[in-house]
């Protein structure tokens, strides 16, 4: 079975905090993302990453920051955390964007359990 | 604009009974379709995968039909039973294989 976890469940912080949020995949996933989820806009990409040290911005990147130094692990990084930012963060894994032998992409997003982050 | 419109946005029924909830999309071309239901604080997990070629798809109590001339997609379940109180997102995701469209999900209360 996949597994996704993320650092946290809930966190609490304040306004103008350092923010990380930690996610590890198990089963050696190229491709890892970041989305944050808002009642009635469902879920929105932040940035994603299909490789160490690679970073691509999603849809909704400003205030938000990445880093992927190992293949396994994920980190959104809030560098001065607003109100704005309260959320629910979910980090999602696939294998891969290309591709396998039998031309099929295997791209099945597997998703953490979520940090609902509050930001005061 | 949201190339994914659910319907309904929410959804109240009793236990024992089915439901039907819709997704259409104006995404185009596209490569699959998929429905994930999300427990409330859980992240979402998939319960069906559609190929732009396959008309219907099973999972349990999940059935999962889609007409691509239409651009309509519906997940059916079946007896629903208390657990199946969720919500429910519809994913497009293009030709290329890597740009996913989300709906912003229907909530489902299945009450005793």
């Known amino acids: 079975d996949v597994k996704v976890t993320q650092s946290s469940r809930y966190l609490v912080k304040r306004t103008g905090e350092k923010v990380f949020l930690e996610c590890v995949q198990d089963m050696d996933h190229e491709n890892m993302f970041w989305y944050r989820q808002d009642p009635g806009l469902g879920l929105r990409l932040i940035y994603f990453?299909?490789?160490?040290?690679?970073?691509e911005k999603g849809d909704i990147p400003e205030g938000y920051s990445v880093s992927r130094e190992k293949k396994e692990r994920f980190s959104l990084i809030l560098e001065s955390a607003s109100t704005n930012q309260t959320s629910m963060y979910l980090c999602?894994?696939?294998?891969?964007?290309?591709?396998?032998?039998?031309?099929?992409?295997?791209?099945?997003?597997?998703f953490g359990p979520g940090t609902r982050l509050t930001v005061l | 604009k949201n190339q994914v419109e659910q319907s309904p946005q929410s959804l109240i029924i009793l236990e024992g009974k089915n439901c039907t909830l819709q997704c259409n999309y104006t995404v185009s071309p596209f490569s699959n379709l998929r429905w994930y239901k999300q427990d409330t604080g859980r992240g979402p997990v998939s319960l069906t995968i559609?190929?732009?070629?396959?008309n219907t798809k099973s999972n349990g109590r999940y059935t999962a039909t889609l007409d691509a001339d239409t651009k309509q997609s519906s997940l059916h379940i079946t007896a629903s039973q208390l657990s199946d109180s969720a919500s429910y997102i519809c994913v497009v995701i293009d030709d290329g294989g890597n740009q996913f469209y989300f709906g912003t999900g229907t909530s489902l209360t299945v009450i005793p």
């Open positions: 559609m190929t732009f070629s396959e």
């Open positions: 990453s299909y490789d160490v040290k690679m970073k």
């Open positions: 999602a894994s696939s294998f891969s964007r290309v591709p396998d032998a039998a031309g099929l992409i295997r791209n099945e997003q597997f």
